[in-house]
């Protein structure tokens, strides 16, 4: 978003401007609130600035303003002053325009910034989501010229961090696989929609990077699993005790018919989940009976917090 606003934006300047005026005294902020009463406005919040170290906070202050759109136009002629800083009606079409574009970006911080749930596995949802719309909206005919030129240089810098597979985080991949209501099928499916679709080299690159992290990280919890500790004791037995535990020799059979499938595959396997506002800890609590490996994966996994928080919260 700071990249977008980089080039001074006119629109959104001027409305810089004209709500720190209004906030700048007491005596604007009264006469102020007055015209908010006068033309009858029926948000319940007021005028407020953005701060440059708060990401969201432009799409907030240009919300707020639009929203008061009317009151600006009464204050206009009650302070000559004002007349001549107003924003003109084709800047309050381009904020209407922008507005749905920096919602997205609002929505993901608040998303993303939480610290009561996990968030690691919806970082590379939003992540991607947000490269989906930048590439749609920087081809789209029907976007505002202005729109499209800083949408634009939102890309180029979006495609610093995002466009090459081998610069995306591993984990936060696996965690998003390790969603109940999305896992691997789901993940691929992302990464089509947000590379070169479906058997293009980078998509399939990272579909492959992914799924192999998957399994080695999988494989360093399971420390060669079940089936090799069972083998092992069995190996270790000796004849005698084997003949006496196992006289009739059943063991053979079950020996031949012993799944080869793993944890991870029979998760992988299975069906979805539904529930898209699912409470993935409680989940792989309830289900730690059956993947009792990938629960204790998923605990790890699933801790990582994905945005800065102040200490005393951590």
Request: hydrophobic residues 40%.
């Amino acid at each position: 978003m700071q990249e977008g606003f980089k080039e001074d934006i006119a629109a959104i300047c001027w409305v810089h401007v004209v709500v720190k005026y209004v906030k700048s005294s007491p005596s604007r902020l009264s006469k102020f609130k007055e015209c908010v009463v006068h033309v009858n406005i029926e948000y319940k919040g007021l005028v407020r600035l953005d701060v440059e170290t708060r990401w969201n906070s432009t799409y907030l202050m240009l919300e707020a303003a639009l929203k008061h759109h009317k009151a600006f136009e009464e204050f206009k002629l009650r302070d000559k002053k004002f007349m001549g800083m107003a924003p003109t009606y084709s800047d309050w079409e381009f904020v209407r325009s922008i507005l749905p574009f920096l919602e997205i970006f609002n929505y993901a911080t608040l998303r993303i910034f939480g610290s009561s749930y996990v968030t690691s596995t919806m970082y590379m949802f939003e992540a991607f989501g947000i490269g989906m719309k930048i590439r749609e909206m920087s081809t789209s005919t029907g976007v505002n010229m202005s729109v499209r030129t800083m949408v634009v240089r939102i890309k180029e810098k979006y495609d610093q961090y995002w466009d090459n597979p081998d610069r995306i985080n591993m984990l936060l991949m696996i965690s998003r696989v390790l969603h109940p209501s999305y896992k691997l099928k789901f993940t691929n499916w992302l990464i089509d929609e947000s590379f070169d679709g479906e058997g293009g080299e980078l998509t399939c690159k990272l579909r492959d990077k992914v799924e192999s992290s998957l399994r080695s990280l999988f494989e360093k919890y399971n420390y060669g699993g079940d089936e090799f500790e069972v083998s092992s004791l069995e190996a270790r037995a000796r004849p005698s005790e084997r003949v006496k535990n196992d006289p009739y020799g059943y063991s053979r059979y079950f020996q031949s018919t012993r799944s080869s499938t793993s944890e991870l595959d029979i998760y992988l396997e299975d069906a979805r989940d539904s529930r898209l506002y699912l409470d993935v800890l409680n989940w792989w609590k309830l289900n730690l009976g059956r993947f009792p490996t990938l629960t204790s994966m998923a605990r790890d996994v699933l801790a990582i917090l994905v945005s800065t928080m102040a200490s005393e919260s951590a």
